[in-house]
């Protein structure tokens, strides 16, 4: 009974490379979203997603590309793999409307590029 | 924008030694302030939250004042343990800018028996 999960917990590719990052929950949240952590654990928001369309796009290459199917998943896809894309990945997700609603977070999807 | 500073890490300290970890922030709207911790190979967690000035979250032991005249939400734990170990994030939701949390950049604490 997973709150929020994302698949796979590890991703190991090479440079190059497409891969996805999926993720559910079964809150019943309408927004969800992408985090990146970095090495040092500096947290940076990707994007949000509210009820499938996207509200938040912060400045992330276009080789990064959500896809929100129905409100209850949010996936990320990432085309042409870099060395720099190497962190942990967090998928979340909210109540709408609620600035004062905590987040919910996945374990973290650790990206390894080669 | 929105910014929030917490303290570098990492803190470490002794078995039911008393925790500060500093939080300080700017934002343009009103916030809510939150805690989140995050335990090795795990997502973040709420730790505590709250949503106007003078307010006190509190959880598990740890808590924090909503300081409005000095944009502050200071950590505190009175007597912390080998379990506390973690990284303790500081962050805000400004009403300005819907449920988009800042975060603070991390604090390790590591507590030893």
């Known amino acids: 009974d997973t709150a929020v999960s994302q698949t796979p917990k590890y991703l190991v590719t090479q440079m190059g490379n497409d891969k996805s990052i999926k993720c559910e929950q079964n809150?019943?949240?309408?927004?969800m979203y992408w985090y990146k952590q970095d090495s040092k654990k500096f947290l940076k928001i990707m994007f949000s997603y509210n009820n499938k369309e996207l509200i938040i796009n912060e400045t992330v290459p276009n080789r990064f590309s959500p896809k929100s199917p129905d409100k209850a998943h949010l996936n990320l896809h990432i085309n042409s793999l870099e060395l720099g894309d190497s962190a942990v990945y967090f998928c979340?997700?909210?109540?709408?409307?609620?600035?004062?609603?905590?987040?919910?977070f996945g374990n973290g999807t650790r990206l390894t590029v080669t | 924008g929105d910014s929030v500073t917490q303290m570098e890490g990492p803190v470490t300290l002794s078995e039911e030694a008393f925790l500060t970890i500093n939080c300080t922030y700017t934002a343009t709207g009103y916030p809510s302030l939150f805690w989140y911790v995050q335990y090795p190979g795990e997502g973040l967690q709420l730790l505590l939250k709250?949503?106007?000035?003078?307010d006190k979250g509190s959880n598990k032991g740890f808590e924090a004042t909503y300081r409005k005249e000095t944009t502050s939400f200071h950590l505190e734990k009175g007597s912390v343990q080998v379990s506390d170990s973690a990284v303790y994030f500081c962050a805000l939701s400004d009403s300005n800018a819907g449920n988009m949390l800042t975060f603070g950049g991390g604090t390790r604490l590591m507590v030893k028996p």
């Open positions: 979340a997700s909210s109540r709408t409307g609620l600035h004062n609603s905590p987040l919910h």
């Open positions: 709250a949503t106007k000035a003078d």
């Open positions: 809150l019943g949240h309408d927004t």
